[in-house]
């Protein structure tokens, strides 16, 4: 009877596809409910305030503008208190971190918090974007998912970058997009194809539920543009991508420039977010463009509106303001400063050509709408994301020729230069390679000292074989250090190598000596190697045991390393770090 049950029930991986889908579902309505909060701070506090206070009327009302963006981090300041640690700054690095080296674990508050914190910021007219939110929001909403359902890690992991892309999806009406930025930049292009289809799923379902409030409309309306002259504009385009991946190297290096200005700065934490805005809304009384997403200049210059001088210094000024309001603890993203910041470099650069080549080239809005896909690829390192991003909000076929030249590029430049995204600035910076995964970072964590045990045995270079049979048959290992009249290790020993010499004679064998067989090609390990290094040695060789001496100069044997003994210390130690990352939530939960 349970075997025919059984048979009506659903798979894992149906199962999957079913949990997936619900995720998908909860980011496009999460979306749905970020959006229009930040459009309703925008319209009380920023719009409001700037008629209540007459800014639109010039002369010394100017000078009221950054009181704007000053409400907005004085509002943040509550929340800031109320969860220290979970509402200031750029949180998208904290977020891979939880995803790609930890158990994956995310709050449900955290979606509440990111709502608020990021339309507070932005709404007020504070530099960020609602992009990387969203993608933590939908990636909250794919942990919660997990938890409930109690899955393993792997799965966790799958779920958040679900998540991920349905908020993406849904935000910018694009799904492949979506897709692309949950591959590589939440699951950093570790994927397989099971975990492939969830978030194909996840996003198809949060763009369908944006589609169905919001209709079919994307962020910006772009016009349909095409390549005036393949062989003057192909090169145009290439120098363009060299621009922009030099211009990404200077956006990740402010911006880390000015957040680590801001922590040896002795103010008390809650007053730094204001200094921000502040210095945002005097930014802001010249150039207003830079003060919030930036989205509807953005929509002028796709139409072909800018002046090349004006963009350019846009350039400068957007990456100022983005470092300044998250550097000094705005929340938000760095996603949609990116989009702004490749769209007026691209202006400037295609008005200035156009105006040297009018017949040869298009118009400063092509340039401008392939600039901001190269530009947030060379940021992020993501160029299939940043391709197939501006291909969903184009729709046309002829100018995804020079996104895709302009995005690789831009990237190949960005990462000649700075081999870190924006993203991975501090992973770096700690030692960690975020891309090697969990396993190899608690690895690389992880000496061989703590590994191996004192008890080893070792014999003589001078011992015959009859000695060295009794060290086999009490032993515990396969493998024996020989040492030296000194006691150093001079080579070693392996039941193999006394296999070779066993159809001898009895006189022939007690004739040679342990010195004269032992492998003296040694591979060798120091207490202060990482496990890490050990596993690949391990791999590499085929072998189950590496002798551990004190340095490679002094030979003193101090153990066996084991590979058994190295699985066992890393379970151990998962373990440990499982176990404490659930004792601090429910530490931090009862605050």
């Known amino acids: 009877m349970r075997k025919n049950i059984r048979k009506f029930?659903?798979?894992?991986?149906?199962?999957?596809?079913?949990?997936?889908?619900?995720?998908?579902?909860?980011?496009?309505?999460?979306?749905?409910?970020?959006?229009?909060?930040v459009d309703a701070v925008d319209a009380l506090i920023f719009e409001g305030g700037a008629s209540l206070l007459g800014i639109g009327q010039g002369g010394w009302r100017l000078l009221l503008l950054p009181l704007l963006p000053l409400v907005g981090m004085v509002l943040l300041i509550p929340l800031s208190l109320l969860f220290p640690g979970e509402v200031n700054g750029y949180g998208l690095p904290a977020f891979l971190r939880k995803v790609n080296l930890e158990n994956g674990i995310i709050r449900a508050r955290s979606i509440a918090i990111k709502i608020i914190a990021t339309a507070l910021t932005i709404g007020t007219g504070n530099s960020a974007g609602v992009e990387g939110p969203i993608a933590q929001i939908g990636g909250a909403i794919g942990s919660q998912a997990g938890q409930f359902f109690r899955v393993s890690g792997s799965r966790m992991k799958v779920f958040i970058a679900a998540g991920a892309a349905g908020g993406i999806a849904g935000m910018f009406n694009a799904p492949i997009a979506g897709i692309f930025f949950a591959a590589e930049i939440v699951l950093l292009g570790t994927y397989e194809i099971s975990s492939f289809a969830a978030l194909v799923i996840a996003s198809a379902m949060a763009t369908v539920v944006t589609r169905g409030w919001y209709g079919e409309m994307s962020v910006f309306t772009i016009p349909q543009y095409s390549v005036v002259n393949y062989?003057?504009?192909?090169?145009?385009?290439?120098?363009?991508?060299?621009?922009?991946?030099?211009?990404?190297?200077?956006?990740?290096?402010?911006?880390?420039?000015?957040?680590?200005?801001?922590?040896?700065?002795?103010?008390?934490?809650?007053?730094?977010?204001?200094?921000?805005?502040?210095?945002?809304?005097?930014?802001?009384?010249?150039?207003?463009?830079?003060?919030?997403?930036?989205?509807?200049?953005?929509?002028?210059?796709?139409?072909?509106?800018?002046?090349?001088?004006?963009?350019?210094?846009?350039?400068?000024?957007?990456?100022?303001?983005?470092?300044?309001?998250l550097g000094s603890g705005g929340a938000g993203g760095v996603f949609a400063p990116?989009?702004?910041?490749?769209?007026?470099?691209?202006?400037?650069?295609?008005?200035?050509?156009?105006?040297?080549?009018?017949?040869?080239?298009?118009?400063?809005?092509?340039?401008?709408?392939?600039?901001?896909?190269?530009?947030?690829?060379?940021?992020?390192?993501?160029?299939?994301?940043?391709?197939?991003?501006?291909?969903?909000?184009?729709?046309?076929?002829?100018?995804?020729?020079?996104?895709?030249?302009?995005?690789?590029?831009?990237?190949?430049?960005?990462?000649?230069?700075?081999?870190?995204s924006i993203d991975t600035v501090d992973f770096s910076r700690a030692g960690i390679n975020i891309h090697e995964g969990r396993e190899t970072v608690i690895l690389k964590s992880l000496k061989v000292g703590?590994?191996?045990?004192?008890?080893?045995?070792?014999?003589?270079?001078?011992?015959?074989?009859?000695?060295?049979?009794?060290?086999?048959?009490?032993?515990?290992?396969?493998?024996?250090?020989?040492?030296?009249?000194?006691?150093?290790?001079?080579?070693?020993?392996?039941?193999?190598?006394?296999?070779?010499?066993?159809?001898?004679?009895?006189?022939?064998?007690?004739a040679y000596k342990v010195g004269g067989i032992c492998n003296r090609n040694i591979i060798m390990l120091t207490p202060d190697d990482?496990?890490?290094?050990?596993?690949?040695?391990?791999?590499?060789?085929?072998?189950?045991?590496?002798?551990?001496?004190?340095?490679?100069?002094?030979?003193?044997?101090?153990?066996?390393?084991?590979?058994?003994?190295?699985?066992?210390?890393?379970?151990?130690?998962?373990?440990?770090?499982?176990?404490?990352?659930?004792?601090?939530?429910?530490?931090?939960?009862?605050?």
């Open 231 to 325: 062989l003057v504009e192909i090169p145009l385009y290439c120098l363009l991508a060299i621009f922009i991946g030099l211009a990404a190297v200077l956006f990740i290096r402010v911006f880390y420039a000015v957040r680590d200005r801001y922590r040896e700065i002795g103010l008390h934490p809650q007053l730094k977010p204001l200094t921000g805005a502040l210095l945002i809304g005097c930014i802001g009384i010249f150039f207003p463009q830079v003060m919030g997403d930036g989205y509807d200049y953005m929509e002028d210059i796709l139409h072909g509106q800018g002046i090349a001088w004006v963009m350019l210094t846009l350039v400068l000024l957007k990456i100022l303001a983005t470092s300044i309001t």
């Open 9 to 37: 029930l659903p798979g894992e991986n149906t199962r999957m596809m079913l949990i997936a889908t619900c995720i998908g579902l909860g980011a496009g309505l999460m979306t749905i409910v970020f959006r229009s909060l």
């Open 450 to 510: 703590a590994a191996i045990s004192d008890e080893v045995d070792f014999i003589s270079e001078e011992a015959n074989i009859k000695e060295l049979l009794q060290i086999f048959s009490i032993g515990k290992g396969f493998y024996f250090p020989v040492i030296d009249a000194t006691g150093k290790m001079t080579g070693i020993v392996s039941l193999q190598d006394v296999k070779n010499i066993l159809h001898r004679e009895e006189k022939e064998r007690i």
């Open 338 to 420: 990116s989009l702004f910041i490749g769209a007026v470099l691209g202006g400037a650069f295609g008005s200035i050509t156009h105006r040297l080549m009018p017949d040869l080239t298009a118009g400063s809005g092509a340039y401008a709408t392939v600039g901001i896909g190269a530009f947030l690829a060379a940021a992020t390192h993501a160029p299939m994301t940043a391709i197939f991003l501006l291909f969903e909000m184009t729709g046309n076929y002829q100018i995804i020729i020079p996104i895709m030249i302009t995005s690789i590029i831009g990237t190949v430049v960005a990462r000649k230069f700075c081999e870190d």
């Open 530 to 591: 990482s496990l890490f290094a050990a596993m690949q040695l391990f791999d590499i060789k085929g072998i189950e045991e590496i002798p551990v001496v004190e340095s490679l100069d002094e030979r003193w044997v101090v153990g066996m390393l084991k590979r058994r003994d190295v699985l066992d210390l890393y379970k151990r130690e998962v373990l440990r770090r499982g176990i404490s990352a659930k004792v601090g939530s429910q530490g931090l939960g009862s605050r």
